[in-house]
């Protein structure tokens, strides 16, 4: 499992464009050194992360860069999020620290045990999570200096059956949940990616995931970083849990592309 692409790759796009397409939990990857703290058997690890990977993400936004009219840039993350999770606060102020699932996992989304109960989730956080929003934050504000503000458009799936890890689970389960943050996403934001995905199906608004990504240097303080999560049912572009893509995924990023052009 030892990764052959580095941890996080920052995909140029067009001068002008504000738009980041942040992809967080796409790939399967795990270091070697970090596969070893994981208690799971080899068997068992495949399963768990064929449900905790939003599988085929990153294509669908490699897609819509490819059909918008000005591309996007790119904020890939090429590390599994069971190496660490970089859109999780990294302190008290996590939610899925309840369920083990801060921004080191210590529990699978069966609620099993993914790593010991003792297990330091130090090193693992300076190795991946610090460096990792670290250039984040370089990316936003690389945008805003060229352009002046800067859009984060993450980019994410879900099941179409609520996992056990899943705090808010019992809500509506839409082909496309958008989510937001009270303070980063404006309303002509939301109303574009409305406009954008309404051929999908229904779009639904924070659920069953909420929130949206923004750095924490301008989290909550600069309204020229907007944001917006996308979060796509699997069940729309591939097979469950871990199958491959079909033919929803040229719509879906012809969708993802058509809300850059309105937002650019």
Do not use: K, Q
């Amino acid at each position: 499992m030892t990764p052959a692409a580095p941890s996080f790759d920052f995909l140029p796009g067009a001068a002008g464009s504000p738009v980041i397409l942040h992809v967080p939990h796409s790939a399967r990857e795990i270091p070697d050194a970090v596969r070893s703290g994981i208690v799971l058997e080899d068997a068992a690890l495949e399963r768990e992360l064929d449900h905790i990977t939003d599988s085929h993400t990153a294509r669908i936004a490699g897609e819509a860069a490819r059909l918008a009219g000005a591309a996007p840039w790119r904020f890939v993350n090429r590390l599994s999020r069971l190496v660490v999770d970089p859109e999780r606060f990294p302190d008290e102020r996590e939610e899925m620290r309840a369920v083990g699932m801060g921004a080191v996992y210590t529990r699978t989304t069966h609620r099993e045990v993914l790593r010991p109960d003792d297990f330091d989730p130090e090193p693992l956080v300076e190795r991946y999570f610090r460096p990792y929003a670290r250039a984040m934050t370089d990316a936003v504000a690389d945008r805003l200096a060229a352009v002046g503000r800067a859009v984060v458009v993450d980019v994410h799936s879900y099941p179409a059956a609520p996992l056990p890890y899943e705090l808010h689970g019992a809500g509506p389960r839409p082909p496309v949940c958008l989510g937001t943050d009270s303070f980063h996403t404006p309303p002509e934001l939301l109303t574009a990616a409305r406009t954008a995905f309404e051929g999908i199906g229904e779009t639904g608004l924070d659920s069953p995931f909420a929130g949206a990504y923004v750095p924490l240097e301008y989290y909550g303080s600069d309204l020229r970083v907007s944001a917006l999560m996308v979060e796509i049912r699997r069940d729309t572009y591939m097979s469950e849990p871990g199958g491959p893509a079909g033919p929803g995924l040229t719509a879906l990023a012809g969708a993802l592309a058509s809300l850059v052009d309105a937002v650019s």
